[in-house]
């Protein structure tokens, strides 16, 4: 899945250029995060961009936000940081089942 593709069914919320380099089995992971993040109250939502969902050096799941995060209340990003440790673990329950 792209980018692109992914702006399409979240709109603003990714860019379009995104770079978007996961497996694919993570891709349930990835659209409840996006979701989530979707359906941020607008006052955090408004103030970010997912501008790239890829994998770290050490092949971990990592969302590349940015954002004006002063704007940010501290529990709006207490609720991007939560969104985003669920998805890191279910990446991992994924990455265990796969294992077995």
Known sequence: MTGEELNHIYGAMISP???VDIPDEWLPAVHAAMQ??????????AFLIVIGIVRDAEG???FQI?????LIQANGMKQVNEIIG????????INKGSLH
């Open 86 to 93: 669920r998805a890191l673990e279910a990446v991992e329950q």
């Open 17 to 19: 250029t995104a770079p």
């Open 60 to 62: 971990d799941l990592t």
């Open 36 to 45: 989530e993040l979707v359906d941020l109250p607008t006052d955090v939502r």
């Open 66 to 70: 940015a954002g004006a995060v002063h």
